[in-house]
């Protein structure tokens, strides 16, 4: 997007990663909500500001913005869990499967997304040289791969290195949000909407996703190539990103635009990296132990702005040093 960005778009990111920070903290009720749609809108706004370019310019690009952070944040993250392990004793076995997991990435730590936007945004650049960009020609190339995904799931597949397969389904989210905003102008100014348009857009997510868990028993998960009822799991997706989208256009607000622009530390650490060294310190004082309800909310909330206490810093500490690109900041 370089320095022409959208504002409503990055709003719709910060909201997202707000989500993301809601259903890793499993808070209760809105972390199940909150996986109905949460990545596939990540993906569907990557594919909203899809730029066609030659291969080179193309991969440059993509190599830079996604897998050199993947293997620097992932590396922070991998620290981490060495002197974790070092404290608990863990054996040197533990320790090449840590490093094992994070090399071939199946769905590990939270920088499997950058994993898997990368592979999708190949895939992507491929659909749309091979179909010269018809807008027809894309959907059914788009579809049919995602369908071939989901058979490939449903016969007892599992998450491949480096998450193509979860891939496969990402750049059908991004097709979309590229054929919205190509063909349906869905970044301009056309596009109107509504909070009745919202709520029923909720209405539609929520009731689809509850269904897609109550019939198939499993919800939508991504990052472990979990779908549970696919149509159900599509319509709750595409309900739910359309709501953010027509939310972050009527209402926006400089905090979360500012998390939506600076969300690559943010999300990646916060997991694998603040949560689990919060759980750990939350243990030693006898904090939230019990998870009733109250502590619950109460865990949640003190979670959060621990997050964004630490984290926050160090993305601005970052954005001053001239290996901010490394952290894709």
């Known amino acids: 997007m370089g320095t022409n960005r959208i504002e409503w778009i990055d709003t719709a990111k910060g909201l997202g990663l707000l989500l993301v920070f809601i259903g890793h903290l499993k808070t209760p009720y809105l972390a199940t909500w909150v996986y109905t749609f949460h990545m596939p809108l990540f993906f569907f706004l990557s594919g909203l500001v899809y730029k066609h370019h030659c291969w080179n310019d193309f991969i440059v690009k993509r190599f830079k913005r996604l897998v050199i952070p993947y293997f620097v944040l992932g590396s922070g993250i991998f620290i981490i869990w060495c002197i974790i392990y070092m404290c608990q004793g863990e054996n040197l076995v533990e320790y090449v499967e840590l490093l094992k997991n994070f090399l071939c990435q199946r769905g590990f730590w939270t920088v499997w997304f950058l994993a898997a936007l990368f592979v999708a945004s190949v895939l992507q650049w491929i659909i749309v040289v091979i179909t010269k960009d018809n807008r027809k020609n894309i959907l059914i190339l788009s579809s049919f791969l995602c369908l071939l995904t989901f058979?490939?799931?449903?016969?007892?597949?599992?998450?491949?290195?480096?998450c193509i397969d979860v891939a496969c389904v990402a750049q059908f989210f991004m097709n979309i949000g590229y054929l919205s905003t190509r063909h349906y102008s869905l970044v301009g100014k056309e596009l109107k909407t509504s909070l009745l348009i919202i709520a029923v857009l909720f209405i539609i997510n929520a009731l689809s996703g509850f269904?897609?868990?109550r019939f198939s028993g499993d919800s939508l998960d991504m990052s472990i190539g979990m779908y549970g009822n696919e149509i159900l799991s599509l319509i709750?997706?595409?309900?739910?990103?359309?709501?953010?989208i027509c939310f972050s256009r009527l209402f926006t607000n400089r905090f979360i635009t500012y998390l939506g622009k600076n969300s690559m530390i943010l999300f990646a650490w916060h997991s694998r990296i603040v949560i689990v060294l919060c759980g750990f310190m939350y243990k030693s004082l006898g904090w939230f132990q019990h998870f009733s309800i109250?502590?619950?909310?109460?865990?949640?909330i003190m979670t959060l702005m621990i997050i964004l206490i630490v984290l926050i810093p160090i993305t601005e500490f970052v954005k001053t040093t001239k290996y901010r690109i490394y952290f894709g900041v």
């Open 151 to 162: 058979v490939y799931y449903r016969l007892g597949g599992k998450v491949l290195p480096w």
């Open 294 to 300: 109250l502590e619950q909310i109460l865990y949640t």
């Open 236 to 244: 709750s997706a595409f309900s739910g990103i359309g709501a953010t």
């Open 211 to 213: 269904a897609c868990i």
